[in-house]
């Protein structure tokens, strides 16, 4: 089975790619949020990028994209680590859209076109990098294109894409993205930029059969790329009923009392992945009794 994940290098070491078929964790998140077609585009596309950013960082590391817009879908978090692993929620999930003029799923609409694109990084140093950038377009790749190139100084390309069916499944996602080193020459520039220009969509190529190695050929070509690291990939959450307990041990014991005796029970669902956990009447007098003894 091949791997959805793929890093390479290419043009002797002076272009870095990787691409990513990121259907299922798509399909993964469409199912636990319940998301509409403009919203499943927009939160699939920013779960894609999250897996393509975390390609570049260690397995341990962690890094959060949020793109905070002015569109009807409000905002996109996604967080992904250097294992293959991501989580992503969008603000309002059942947002659908009429197609836009090139007949596909409107996300500048969903997204906005004003608005922030924040990316932060925790690389296990002293303090975690944050840069931001304004959203440019709503589409997602050329935000956070623009974003890689203003903010981390980056020369970049990037596609991503979801193909949503009529019945809300998700039939393909995915990515793919480029990355200039500072002595790549002017002719492999060009190269790499006509490539760009003339690539299928990454539905398409997905819709052809091609894995993630076969998309990075096509931009490339196989003559020129060596691959570095190939992994699977998944949508995945760490929340936990225990988790969420500690958190409601962090609250005033008032409240606490207030939640125990007017209702007698509570429930937290998280954002991420929309996995609801049921405290009982003596979960949170434990919970209280906790938080009385901090």
């Known amino acids: 089975m091949s791997k959805e994940l793929i890093k390479a290098i290419a043009f002797d070491n002076t272009i870095r790619i990787a691409a990513v078929d990121a259907t299922e964790v798509v399909r993964e998140a469409q199912r636990a949020h319940d998301t509409w077609q403009a919203s499943t585009a927009a939160l699939g596309r920013t779960l894609a990028a999250g897996l393509l950013f975390g390609s570049d960082i260690k397995d341990d590391a962690r890094l959060a994209i949020k793109i905070a817009g002015d569109g ?119 190269q790499v930029e006509t490539a760009v220009a003339n690539v299928p969509a990454i539905t398409t190529m997905l819709s052809e059969g091609k894995t993630a190695t076969e998309i990075i050929f096509e931009l490339l070509g196989e003559e020129n790329v060596k691959i570095l690291d190939e992994r699977s990939v998944a949508f995945k959450c760490d929340c936990s009923k225990a988790h969420f307990a500690r958190g409601l041990a962090t609250l005033p014991v008032e409240d606490l009392d207030t939640i125990i005796e007017e209702d007698g029970e509570a429930e937290t669902v998280c954002h991420f992945c929309n996995q609801a956990y049921h405290y009982s009447k003596e979960e949170l007098e434990a919970i209280r009794e906790e938080a009385n003894h901090k």
Do not use: C, R
């Open 72 to 190: 009807p879908a409000g905002k996109i978090v996604v967080m992904a680590d250097g294992s293959g692993e991501v989580k992503g929620y969008v603000d309002q999930p059942h947002i659908s859209l009429p197609e836009n003029d090139q007949n596909k799923i409107d996300v500048k609409g969903a997204v906005g076109t004003n608005g922030m694109v924040t990316v932060t990084k925790d690389l296990g140093l002293k303090e975690p990098f944050s840069g931001q950038s304004p959203i440019v377009s709503g589409e997602i790749a050329e935000d956070l294109t623009y974003y890689l190139t203003v903010s981390e100084q980056t020369p970049s390309a990037m596609g991503l894409g979801v193909l949503v069916n009529p019945d809300e499944s998700v039939e393909n996602a995915g990515g793919w993205m480029i990355q200039v080193i500072p002595d790549a020459s002017e002719e492999t520039i060009e």
